[in-house]
């Protein structure tokens, strides 16, 4: 071969590897904004009657990478979809040369059906023919579907690189009614995306690139036409700026270099001067406006006291990150407890006068409060009221008895607006307000009516207040400073009002309300936090009838405890011929749900290794990914006949190096060896003679955990860092220094960037003067 064709063979080769593109689309917001919309993604519900059909690109030029997030982008959508023959039916198409019908939209009638053949559906290749595919359903509509009898959605998923027209077809869909989503990924062409789009194209043009983001996307979209609904009222769509990128690779002239050409009218190589070309990447910006829903957040009210700081956890949960002297307390603060026996009425003043903005100040002020202290055992009820021009009892007092469930009833108060009439509202909250129940003396609970307001009253106050308190109704006001005098008229005392200047001091008011109360302590180490993990040997030595007996003694121990977010958390590991986490520290959120959840624990059988147990723990239990919460005290309980332990102490030494508590129950007539080379340095452990007798060391055991409960704790112990990040003490607090490609509090965020540029070789101009150009 002449020496100039193979040059110029060399240069296509080298430059048609230069990948032309690298498309983003980035919502331009906090990043704590990008988690709400996360987190609220998870939050939509669409049960109208509609047929979706999912039209997946599965040409050559997607690739069977980015096949599966398109896969992976239609289940996460079909996790919304409330899928049933009379609601919302699914069909799937995949398209390459020609367009292949994977499943009808009356194939499945369940969601986990539907998406357990997305995932089965398998990448076929060919060209990119998105026009034939329309054309297809526009001669053969939606196969299994009603005819359009109900909306018809098409989520076309595709890079935009069509070998066909696509601009007809897609706008006779849409003059059919079709509502048509283009969902990018891979690299696409923006502007095929917005032909293909159904107007207003903002709101139907996504990236299946950041699944979460494109999936509120699009059900934000579908919640705007009544379609798809959020769970809570006060999550809302809003338009965010957002810009759509493209990491373009362009030519541009370096220099001149020496090259050499043939002629054609002579046998002879001449040497001449020639451009010579690099190769840059440039990345442009195309501005754009994003339609998300976002919800209010669970940091949104400051929870954490004292200067301590409010870390995000997804849907509804947080976790404090306090200073040192109010470690290891739920909101940097001490627990509060409410266990006098009560009927409390929170009566929230929704008129205009008060705003949306104080309402939802106050309606989350009174979650906070019932999170802070209520427990299982409470024997106080509680109810919640609006009111503006009437009284709404949006919660009867004693309705709901499980406190997570009582929380989220508040979400059916709304804001009314209307005038102010508190007089009004007091006087039907003490003639109706508890119910029709008569009991009087000491069979009747103290009734409390605790008034939330901002705004004075537009009727008079004073003597509907004054025959409240004749009713033996305590009153207690909470407001603004701006309505002191008024509320002082309304409990009849200074004593009995809490004011507030700014945002935050009414959330600081928690503790003071609890005090005005009832302030009973909790006994013992309730109060304290603690991660608490307990291993049970489940293997063949023990036999079923005395993992049952286990079982039951993990249940009384539990009882001890006031499990929620905020103080204990429980897990339990299980082990014989496999270790099985049968639930993690995070699973449950109440002490009912733990006690069901260790009765549904399973008997493994076979050989078990301790050892192998612990290091589990170790690894997938006690890490802030699986729930654990740093500065939070740690610790496992490990009951055992004793076999299986011989491999043990090792792993249960790492445990303790990383500050965590081992507790070891051994149960046999005989201790072994091999159980007290686990008790460690501090002798942690108990020995009883039988499994029957388990329940006489159920007090030493709590008092154990108490005590190491109350042991200093070292933030960094285990590592609250991910992803190989290094956990770094400071001031009372720690901060994890990430690695490079992560970022944020714990290294949990994967830093999204372009490639950075690369440096490619000089090359000479081949014969005829033109210059070979990036694959397109």
Known sequence: MPSFLLLEAICIFLFSRVPPSLPLQEVQVSRETIGKIAVASKMMWCSAAVDVLFLLDGSHSIGKGSFERSKHFAITVCDALDISPERVRVGAFQFGSTPHLEFPLDAFPTQQEVKAKIKRMVFKGGHTETGLALKYLLGRGFPGGRNGSVPQLLIVVTDGKSQGHVALPAKQLKERG????????????????????????????????????????????????????????????????????????????????????????????????????????????????????????????????????????????????????????????????????????????????????????????????????????????????????????????????DVPDLVRSLDSLVFSGGPTLTGSALQQAAERGFGSATRTGQDRPRRVVVLLTESHSQDEVAGPARRARARELLLL?????????????????????????????????????????????????????????????????VGPENFTQMQSFVRSCALQFDVNPDV????????????????????????????????????????????????????????????????????????????????????????????????????????????????????????????????????????WICGEAKRPVNLCKPSPCMNEGTCVLRNGSYHCACRGGWEGPHCENRVLRGDAPKAHSSHQEPAGGQQPHPTQ
């Open 178 to 401: 079709v509502t048509l989503f283009a969902v990018g990924v891979r690299f696409p062409r923006w502007e095929e995306l917005h032909t293909l789009a159904s107007e207003p194209t903002e709101q139907h043009v996504l990236s299946a690139e950041q699944t979460e983001d494109a999936t509120n996307g699009l059900l934000s979209t579908l919640s705007s036409s009544g379609l798809c609904s959020t769970a809570a009222p006060d999550c809302r769509v809003e338009a965010h700026p957002c810009e759509r990128k493209t990491l373009e690779t362009v030519r541009e002239l370096a220099d001149n270099a020496l090259c050499w050409r043939g002629s054609r009218w002579a046998d002879a190589v001449l040497a001449l001067r020639c451009p010579f070309y690099s190769w840059k990447r440039v990345l442009l910006t195309h501005p754009a406006t994003c339609y998300r829903t976002t919800c209010p957040g669970p940091c949104d009210s400051q929870p954490c006291q004292n200067g301590g700081t409010c870390i995000p956890e997804g849907l509804g949960r947080y976790h404090c990150l306090c200073p040192l002297a109010f470690r290891g307390e739920a909101n940097c603060a001490p627990k509060l407890s409410l266990e006098c026996r009560i009927d409390l009425l929170f009566l929230l003043d929704s008129s205009a006068g008060t705003t949306l903005e104080g309402f939802l100040r106050a309606k989350t002020f009174v979650k906070r409060f019932l999170q802070a202290v209520l427990s299982e055992d409470s024997r106080a009820r509680v109810g919640v009221a609006g009111y503006s021009r009437e009284l709404v009892v949006v919660v009867p007092v004693g309705e709901y008895q």
């Open 568 to 703: 204990t958390q429980v897990g339990l590991v299980v082990y014989g011929s496999q270790v099985q986490t049968a639930f993690g520290l995070d699973a449950h959120l109440t002490r009912a749900a733990v006690l069901r959840a260790v009765s549904q624990a399973p008997y493994l059988g076979g050989v078990g290794s301790a050892g192998t147990a612990l290091l589990h723990i170790h690894d997938k239990v006690m890490t802030v990914q699986r729930g654990a919460r740093p500065g939070v005290p740690k610790a496992v309980v490990m009951l055992t006949g004793g076999r299986g332990a011989e491999d043990a102490a090792v792993p249960a030494q790492k445990l303790r190096n990383n500050g965590i508590s081992v507790l070891v129950v051994g149960v046999g007539p005989v201790l072994r060896e091999a159980l007290r080379r686990l008790a460690g340095p501090r002798d942690s452990l108990i020995h009883a003679a039988a499994y029957s007798d388990l329940q006489y060391h159920r007090d030493m055991l709590i008092q």
């Open 477 to 541: 006001g909470v407001g603004s400073e701006a309505v002191r005098a008024e509320l002082e008229e309304v409990t009849g005392s200074p004593k009995l009002v809490l004011v507030y200047a700014e945002a935050q001091d009414l959330f600081n008011q928690i503790p003071e309300l609890q005090g005005k109360l009832c302030s009973r302590p909790l006994p013992g180490c309730q109060a304290q936090s603690l991660d608490l993990v307990f291993l049970l040997d489940a293997s063949a030595s």
